[in-house]
């Protein structure tokens, strides 16, 4: 992951800045899963996709997004 994106600020954007484990492992290249909590979410994943450095996308059944680094 480049230096250029700042994974905090942009979950801080969302209200999501409280999820300091999801971080962590993004950091470290794991892929996660979080809940839906609002129409946030889905602005915090539009973010990471327009970084070009994570792909997102939504489960609809389990109203999770899930992160990966591309």
Known sequence: M?????????FEKWGHGHLTEVLEDLKEGFEVVINVIDRDTFNLM??????????VYEDAINDTITIEQC
């Open 46 to 55: 539009n973010d990471l996709n327009e970084t070009g450095e994570f792909m």
């Open 2 to 10: 480049t230096e250029m994106t700042n994974l905090k600020d942009i």
